[in-house]
């Protein structure tokens, strides 16, 4: 069904339901420690897998994709670095436009170029304004960009392009401090962000701790992202989806922080 994936992240927004997804880069991956990786991602109840990289040099994609499909019914959303990253095996595409940057080719460039592609997949787009921040070192993401990350503490800039790419039209905005960033995302930019739009808010990059998760979310991240540090240690992702679904509870019950 379409716009199925965008409706669960709305609703959840709504109730003021927090999300955590495991970010699988198929060049990390095999099939072995696949399946030990969605077996803890199923036990551990992570609501979304995000699949992609900024740089994909195998052909693992589709494989890893129809790999978690035949083992769980986790929803998988394409996180793609490029536009040759599409996978009809997915649920839904994260369709970035790399709005804290000023390359028109993330802006617009390569959508007009992929766009009859995309359309074509078939699958359920979400127009999602990309906002990358500056995360303390240069990263992945921030070399193949070619466009300066926005700076880490200039909360204000941060606000303004984020209301700007909502009243654009973006479904989503998603701050990222690149993967493996040396510094996350600080709250006071996370506050000051959710404060100005509507539109679900996901943050990623360098997050490496429970208790940072759970900080996030209490400063209005509704989606956490992690890919690196559960690389390094999966049992990470137990941890940290106890840590985003317990601001749940936490909500739920009226209580105040427990990590
Ligand atoms: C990167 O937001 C993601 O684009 C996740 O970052 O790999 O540092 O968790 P990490």
Known sequence: MKGIIYHSLTEKKKQGKKSFAVLIDPDKVNDSNMEQLIELAVEAKVDYFFVGGSLVISDNLDNCIQLIKSRC???????PGSPSQLSKYADSLLYLSLISGRNPELLIGQHVVSAPVVRKSG???MPTGYMVIDGG???TVSYISNAA??????????MCT?????MLGMKLIYMDAGSGAKKAIHEQMIAKVAGCIDVPLIIGGGITTPEKAYLNCKAGADVIVVGNAIEKDASLIKEIAAAVHR???VETEGQTSVV
């Open 247 to 249: 601001v749940n509870k």
């Open 123 to 125: 699958l359920e787009i």
């Open 73 to 79: 019914a986790i929803p998988v959303i394409l996180f």
């Open 137 to 139: 070192a240069p990263t």
């Open 149 to 158: 990350p926005l700076p880490a503490d200039k909360n204000e800039i941060a």
């Open 162 to 166: 984020a209301m700007a790419g909502e």
